[in-house]
């Protein structure tokens, strides 16, 4: 088994254009400081996260 970390951000559709450009740019730098980040869940509303599917994800990841 290997450690593996993930990467789940939510944004809402209903921000403004100039805010999600901010947080896409501050997204970036933080995920460069995260050494062996190997998967991303980019969700636009909470029910889009479903459980099994990170979980189907992160198996097919270590599979592959």
């Known amino acids: 088994m290997t450690d593996s970390l993930c990467f789940i951000d939510r944004c809402s559709d209903e921000v403004?254009?100039?805010e999600k450009m901010i947080?896409?740019?501050s997204k970036d730098a933080l995920k460069k400081c995260f050494a062996g980040?190997?998967?991303?869940f980019q969700c636009t509303d909470p029910a889009e996260f479903?459980?099994?599917e990170l979980v189907k994800e992160?198996?097919?990841k270590d599979r592959v």
Not at 37 to 40: D, K, M, R, Y
Request: hydrophobic share 40%; no cysteine.
């Open 23 to 25: 947080y896409a740019s």
């Open 58 to 60: 992160l198996i097919h």
């Open 37 to 40: 980040l190997n998967t991303e």
């Open 50 to 52: 479903q459980h099994s």
């Open 16 to 18: 403004a254009v100039g």
